[in-house]
């Protein structure tokens, strides 16, 4: 049976789990992945380990193993910009098809308050299960890296 673990603050969440959740992701987001570092610093944001808005994380378990993670951000600027940035969602290449992504994804649309923003590369297959759930996408993003 698959179990589900929300970490919404600092103290519900230790070094090694955090480490665990690092991996995972880093693992399983295959070609869209971020490096080690930005996710944990995704992770930190949303555990209020920053001085930042915070968030939260979400966790699917099979007999403790980690099958699924999702990393919301809460971003403070209501009103201006969607409240919260789903930053993360992934699922074990093993246990795709099953379910798991949709239920990470229907229990952080019911712990967000407000709107939801995420970015998703156009072939990225994800992007189906997101206008599956409600998702919309009317902008186009632009961004400047600076080095």
């Known amino acids: ?19 665990n959740i690092v991996e995972f992701l880093h693992v399983h987001l295959d070609k869209y992945r971020d490096d080690k570092d930005s996710i944990g610093k995704a992770i930190e944001y949303a555990l209020g380990e920053s001085s930042q808005m915070g968030g939260f994380v979400i966790v ?52 967000a308050k407000g709107n939801i923003a995420l970015h998703v590369e156009h072939d990225n297959p994800a992007r189906f299960l997101y206008e599956k759930v409600g998702f919309t996408n009317k902008y186009l993003e632009y961004r400047l890296i600076r080095k």
């Open 1 to 19: 049976m698959m179990n589900f673990k929300t970490y919404d603050g600092f103290h519900d969440m230790g070094m090694i789990e955090k480490m």
């Open 60 to 111: 699917a378990l099979l007999n403790e193993k980690i099958t699924g993670a999702v990393v919301v951000n809460r971003t403070g600027m209501e009103g201006y910009i969607p409240e919260n940035i789903l930053v993360y969602i992934a699922v074990d290449a093993g246990f795709r098809g099953q379910g798991i992504g949709k239920t990470l994804m229907e229990k952080a649309l019911d712990m």
